[in-house]
C-alpha cells in the first residue's frame, strides 16, 4: 500500500458566512456563559484569598473536625463493671461541652494498650445546668469505686468536663474519691466565647457568671493531685491562659489545637506520663 501523502495546507480567507449562523438567543447565552465563568474564577480567588486571611489556629480547628467522626461511636451509656485489676486507680473520662463518651475513644484504647485496663466514660446530658452535670459525675465516681472495691479514681476532663469536676470535688464531696484530676483545655476561669450563644451552660462558661465567681474563690484540694493543660492556639478558650488553674501543674502544650487533646497522639502520651507521675511504678 502507498502510504498516505500529507495533504497540502488550506491558504483561504473565511468569509462572515463561512461558519455556522448562531442566533441572538445563543450569542446571550454565550455572553452570560463568560460572564458567569469569570465571575466563578473571582470568586474563586476571593475566597481562597479570605481562607488564607483566616487565622491559621481557626483553619487547623475546623480541619480537624472530620476526624471526629469517631466520637459518634459507641452508646451513650454503659454499665458500670468491675473489670480486672492492672495496679491502678481506674480512669474516669469526662467529655466537654456537645461531645459524648465516643470522644475518648481513642485515647482510651490508647491508655488500655499501655496497662489502664479499667476506664470507664461518663455520658453527660445537654441542656442541664453544670452542677446537675458534676452531680451525674459524682453518681458514676461513686458507682465505680463500689463496683471496682477500689478506693480512688483518677479523672480525666476535656472542655466543659474540667469544670464539672472541679463542681463534682468542691460541690458533691468527692474529693477523697479522686487521686488525680488531669483537664485538657478547660476554661476554668471561664471563656469569651461563650458570649456568642445563649444557653445554660455557655451563660455559666463565660468569665463573669457567678459559677465561674464562685469556682475561682475555691482553692484546688490539697490531698488531688491536679494537672492542667493548655494551649495558646485554642480558639475556644479565650484567654488561652483560662485553662490554667492554681494549685496545679500547669503544661503548655502549644500549638494543640482544643481538639488535639482528643485525636493527636502526643496528647495520648503526655495523659500516660502524667498518670505514671501520680502513680509510679513502684508504688503500685
Known amino acids: 500500500m ?39 474564577r473571582y470568586l474563586g480567588r476571593q475566597s481562597a484569598a479570605a481562607y488564607r486571611s483566616i487565622d491559621p489556629d481557626v483553619r487547623r480547628h475546623v480541619a480537624q473536625i472530620p476526624l471526629l467522626s469517631f466520637s459518634l461511636l459507641g452508646a451513650r451509656r454503659a454499665s458500670v463493671e468491675a473489670l480486672p485489676p492492672d495496679g491502678y486507680p481506674p480512669l474516669v473520662f469526662v467529655h466537654g461541652l456537645g461531645g459524648s463518651r465516643g470522644d475518648f475513644s481513642l485515647m482510651s484504647t490508647y491508655l488500655w494498650l499501655h ?61 477523697a474519691t479522686v487521686k488525680t484530676v488531669i483537664t485538657l483545655g478547660s476554661p476554668h476561669h471561664g471563656t469569651y466565647p461563650a458570649r ?22 475555691i482553692p484546688w484540694p490539697t490531698q488531688v493531685h ?27 502544650v502549644t500549638p494543640f489545637t482544643h481538639y488535639s487533646y482528643l485525636i493527636d497522639p502526643r496528647s495520648w502520651a ?7 507521675l501520680a502513680t509510679p511504678a513502684h508504688a503500685r
Open 270 to 276: 503526655l495523659v500516660r506520663k502524667e498518670l505514671e
Open 196 to 217: 456568642y450563644a445563649d444557653t445554660t451552660v455557655t451563660r455559666e462558661l463565660r468569665p463573669d457568671s457567678e459559677l465561674i465567681k464562685r469556682l475561682s474563690a
Open 115 to 175: 496497662g489502664r485496663r479499667r476506664s470507664y466514660r461518663v455520658h453527660l446530658d445537654g441542656g442541664l445546668s453544670l452542677e446537675r452535670l458534676a452531680e451525674a459525675l459524682a453518681k458514676l465516681v461513686r458507682e465505680v469505686v463500689e463496683v471496682t472495691g477500689e478506693p480512688q479514681v483518677e479523672l480525666i476532663a476535656h472542655s466543659l468536663g474540667g469544670l464539672v469536676v472541679r463542681i463534682a470535688l468542691a460541690e458533691f464531696d468527692l474529693s
Open 2 to 40: 502507498t502510504p498516505l501523502e500529507p495533504a497540502e495546507p488550506v491558504d483561504r480567507e473565511l468569509g462572515p458566512d463561512s461558519g455556522p449562523t448562531i442566533s441572538a438567543p445563543e450569542q446571550v447565552l454565550a455572553t452570560l456563559g463568560r460572564w458567569v465563568v469569570g465571575a466563578g
Open 226 to 252: 491536679g494537672v492542667t493543660f493548655w494551649s495558646k492556639s485554642d480558639v475556644f478558650v479565650l484567654p488561652s491562659e483560662s485553662a490554667a488553674l492554681e494549685g496545679t501543674d500547669q503544661i503548655e
